[in-house]
């Protein structure tokens, strides 16, 4: 019988419900394991006050946390990995950063297939490149991803993100905008991939996984959105840098820099961001190859060390 390990981490568990939908449709002949991790302390959800903004160094750095030990036994050979994460402040959530630099992830991965199960509000190319460069020191051959986003847009998705991460509500905000998060359709939906994944598996072929998966919608791509998210990156690295400077998670003498970015965030999303995506549109003819290249290689698998 094949074995597949799912690993996830997921605070509102909108990403379980999309791995839950996907291994649905998997064949009885795979055995299934699920691993979800486990943060020491444990994430709140809903966040409350500045905690949200105090994971966001360590977010960008990929700076490991502790965490509880793994329930699986490692010494089990998989025939497959999943792992499914959200996306915070453009990169990989703590725990799974935590997870992926762990012996454990290397006895686990090594030499295995593996494939990314990403929930996100529509930012998640930039994560998925870290994940790309963990899972490869790991051992892991990333063979496949799905990325289910927010169809909102983009300010919205914004305003109803925010008021679910810090209520723990998934409601229509001042009962006027939609509700927050991956639509239910979208997730009920996920169950198409579970067929094509699980052949892939029976018959241990996966070289093709993620051309089959994109057929079915794995990957859907907004090209400003990812100009976008590149610039985003690169930015909040600078301020991870100089909030880490003023010390670790928790520690008071780095509040005020954090209040700082708290700040400088909302001006970029909601003032310089559409003024960012009007050049964008504007200039976009000039750099049509470049930017329909880039688009082909987030929505694959394989990993470059430069990008463009």
Do not use: C
């Not at 708290?262 to 930017?291: D, G, H, M, Q």
Request: charged residues 25%.
């Amino acid at each position: 019988m094949k074995k597949v390990l799912v690993i996830t981490y997921s605070q509102s568990g909108q990403t379980d419900e999309i791995i839950e939908n996907i291994i649905s449709g998997f064949d009885e002949k795979i055995e299934l394991y699920i691993e979800k991790l486990k943060p020491i302390p444990e994430f709140p959800f809903p966040w409350n006050g500045m905690s949200f903004y105090d994971a966001m160094p360590e977010s960008v750095e990929m700076i490991p946390s502790d965490m509880q030990p793994l329930s699986v036994d490692i010494s089990i050979d998989f025939d497959l990995i999943i792992l499914g994460y959200p996306i915070w402040f453009l990169s990989p959530p703590i725990p799974l950063t935590t997870f992926l630099k762990s012996k454990e992830a290397v006895k686990l991965l090594s030499g295995k297939p593996v494939i990314t199960v990403i929930g996100a509000r529509n930012m998640w190319v930039m994560a998925q490149e870290d994940i790309k460069i963990m899972i490869k020191e790991a051992g892991g051959e990333l063979k496949g991803n799905i990325a289910l986003t927010d169809r909102n847009y983009n300010l919205i998705s914004v305003v109803t993100i925010v008021h679910w991460l810090m209520t723990g509500k998934k409601d229509n905000y001042l009962g006027i905008f939609p509700k927050p998060g991956i639509s239910d359709n979208d997730i009920s939906n996920a169950d198409r991939f579970g067929q094509v994944i699980s052949d892939a598996v029976l018959k241990d072929e996966y070289e093709n996984l993620q051309e089959k998966l994109l057929a079915l919608k794995a990957v859907e791509l907004s090209q400003n959105i990812v100009s976008t998210e590149q610039k985003g990156k690169r930015i909040f690295t600078i301020w991870a840098r100089f909030i880490l400077k003023k010390g670790g998670v928790g520690d008071k003498a780095r509040v005020f820099r954090l209040k700082m970015f708290k700040w400088y965030l909302l001006f970029i999303i909601f003032a310089a961001s559409p003024i960012a995506s009007l050049i964008f549109y504007i200039t976009w003819p000039l750099f049509f190859v470049r930017i329909r290249r880039k688009m082909k290689y987030y929505s694959g698998v394989k990993l470059k060390v430069k990008q463009e």
